[in-house]
């Protein structure tokens, strides 16, 4: 059985302060995909990242940065210098090939920056 | 990527009555998913729509409360059944195009 464990159901900070949102996985597959999404009071779920099992390599898009560890099942992401308009839920997800296409939802992380 | 458009985008509807949603896709697809989000929840698997075949449903969901049609390879609808205010909840459907799972914009539903 898959499972994705979003443990911060919310969290707050004030703007321009780096935020770190958990994320931790279990599958029994060796290949599978990971993914961030941002759902924003309008609904529509925005894609934010996907990555493999097996590039570990951390990645940076402007302000987003996201930390991959196969050793303890965690894909992290961490927003530098938060604005308002980070405010919304962020889900993370798990995607594996025995279940391809059928993607697996942590319970989601809602944050709210202050300005 | 792939383009999804999804409609209604919203509806209230009276309890006791039906609603179907549309699924279309900008280019052929095998699999196509509805995920439900009950308000203030996680995304849930209705059901995988099967092009040719019945849909397969997962545990909690049944396809008398859930029908769901597939005609062909770019399009899906699913109808909830008999509403009651606890179907409130956000709909979306989902397509897979190796190895990406696309979403589209939701369907936001109001039971009263």
């Given at each position: ?25 279990e599958t029994r ?87 | ?81 008999n509403m009651s ?28």
């Amino acid at each position: 059985a898959q499972k994705v464990t979003q443990a911060q159901t919310e969290i707050s900070v004030v703007e321009k302060e780096d935020v770190t949102l958990d994320c931790v996985y279990e599958t029994r597959d060796t290949t599978y995909y990971l993914f961030w999404y941002k759902q924003p009071p309008s609904g529509e779920l925005v894609f934010l990242i996907r990555r493999n099992s097996f590039d570990e390599q951390n990645e940076i898009s402007g302000r987003y940065s996201w930390n991959f560890q196969k050793s303890t099942s965690s894909f992290n992401f961490t927003i530098t210098a938060s604005q308002v308009v980070d405010s919304a839920v962020y889900f993370c997800a798990l995607q594996s090939n025995t279940n391809a296409g059928k993607s697996t939802f942590g319970d989601g992380t809602t944050l709210t920056v202050k300005p | 990527s792939a383009v999804i458009s999804q409609k209604p985008s919203r509806d209230i509807c009276q309890r006791g009555t039906s609603l179907t949603i549309q699924c279309q896709v900008d280019s052929q697809v095998t699999m196509m998913f509805w995920y439900r989000q009950q308000p203030g929840q996680s995304l849930t698997l209705i059901a995988t729509a099967n092009q040719g075949s019945e849909a397969t449903y997962e545990s909690g969901f049944v396809i008398d409360k859930f029908p769901i049609s597939r005609p062909n390879l770019t399009f899906s609808t699913l109808t909830v059944s008999n509403m009651s205010p606890e179907d409130s909840s956000i709909y979306l459907c989902s397509v897979y195009r190796d190895p990406e799972a696309f979403f589209g914009q939701g369907t936001r539903l109001t039971v009263v």
